[in-house]
């Protein structure tokens, strides 16, 4: 399979198409944003890493009975995906405290929390991705209240597997942002779970190994997703 026109180009993939007008190819890239797109920089080889982990969890998901858009790993920085139709909404999960549920409400960083928060984003840069709730995105025609039903329940199922899985590789999934698209009739998990869409800590030292190391400036950063994989792919 091979790309053909450019559809989509975002902070850190680029979206081909392919003769197949119902599949397209995802380029991972090694472009880093933070802060919606205000710090900019370069993770080397991070393509590489989150394609690799990508595939990876999707696989698992799908062996778990979550379908995604994954056909298969076309090579280091691509994978084969069907074509969806993204839905606005990005859902996040978090099961501890940080970020901007430590900013927005107070929580002490590191809190587990007794059950795990789903929260809808509109999907907007230009708004700076703005908190919402069912009622926003229904007024703004971005999903129906069925689909936003799916989203809650298969991200909560999303997150059943991966914090079993992670634990396993003494990782702690702190938060995670999942995407969404329909396809034929069905809604499917789309885009990637990576280090870039993930918080993970070590489980014993809480030592962050994600985005945030980017983020904050805190160093490491190539060395931190570099660890993430190698975990990840542990019993490949």
């Not at 698992?60 to 993204?86: A, P, Q």
């Not at 689909?147 to 991200?155: H, I």
């Not at 918080?199 to 962050?208: A, H, Y």
């Amino acid at each position: 399979m091979k790309k053909t026109t450019l559809l989509h180009e975002g902070k850190a993939k680029k979206v081909f198409l392919t003769e197949d007008s119902d599949l397209v190819i995802q380029e991972f890239k090694d472009d880093a944003t933070a802060f919606n797109n205000k710090k900019k920089g370069t993770i080397a080889d991070k393509g590489v890493v989150n394609n690799a982990i990508s595939c990876k969890l999707f696989s698992l998901l799908e062996e778990n009975g979550i379908r995604t858009h994954l056909v298969e790993k076309l090579s280091d920085r691509d994978m084969l995906c069907k074509r969806l139709d993204i839905i606005k909404v990005e859902v996040v999960v978090r099961n501890v405290a940080a970020g901007s549920l430590v900013k927005r409400y107070g929580f002490s960083e590191g809190t587990v929390l007794d059950q795990p928060i789903v929260e809808f984003y509109l999907k907007n840069d230009d708004l700076d991705d703005p908190l919402m709730n069912e009622s926003h995105a229904v007024a703004l025609g971005v999903a129906t209240l069925e689909e936003l039903e799916v989203l809650r329940s298969r991200a909560v199922a999303v997150n059943t597997v991966l914090k079993e899985f992670f634990a396993g590789r003494k990782l702690m999934l702190v938060d995670f942002k999942l995407e969404f698209g329909r396809y034929d009739h069905g809604i499917l998990l789309g885009d990637e779970i990576s280090p870039d869409t993930c918080r993970l800590w070590d489980l014993e030292t809480k030592e962050k190994l994600d985005k945030d190391r980017f983020r904050f400036d805190l160093g490491g950063v190539e060395d931190a997703y570099s660890e993430v994989q190698r975990r990840v792919l542990s019993l490949d």
